[in-house]
Nanobody, 125 residues
Framework: QVQLVESGGGLVQAGGSLRLSCAAS????????MGWFRQAPGKEREFVAA????????YYADSVKGRFTISGDNAKNTVYLQMNSLKPEDTAVYYC??????????????????WGQGTQVTVSS
């Protein structure tokens, strides 16, 4: 009942910036918290950032805090991830996600209700 469509991935040099977008649709899309995970080859999917459905509360992984910013546009049912000061270790497939609570984002990726298709982010040295 919630569909997520991502865009904005690409190739950038270390120190550069990218902005990812995720548009949510469906009858109950506005009822969900949204956020981002990433997965590098051979590694587990890891939490990146999340935002409450009101936009009042945000959460970040320690590895991206101070460099990434999550925001939302409720009128468009869209969430963004602004990524600055990118490092090669940020290279991964980034997945948009939706869930009934931001706690799930911080607790376990396996319990997330809805996923986008993923978008590749590659940061060159």
């Amino acid at each position: 009942q919630v569909q997520l469509v991502e865009s904005g991935g690409g190739l950038v040099q270390a120190g550069g910036s990218l902005r990812l977008s995720c548009a949510a649709s469906g009858r109950t899309a506005s009822s969900y918290a949204m956020g981002w995970f990433r997965q590098a080859p051979g590694k587990e999917r890891e939490f990146v950032a999340a935002i409450s459905r009101s936009g009042a509360t945000t959460y970040y992984a320690d590895s991206v805090k101070g460099r990434f910013t999550i925001s939302g546009d409720n009128a468009k049912n869209t969430v963004y991830l602004q990524m600055n000061s990118l490092k090669p270790e940020d290279t991964a497939v980034y997945y948009c996600a939706a869930d009934r609570t931001t706690f799930t984002f911080r607790d376990s990726a396996s319990r997330i209700d809805y996923w986008g298709q993923g978008t590749q982010v590659t940061v060159s040295s």
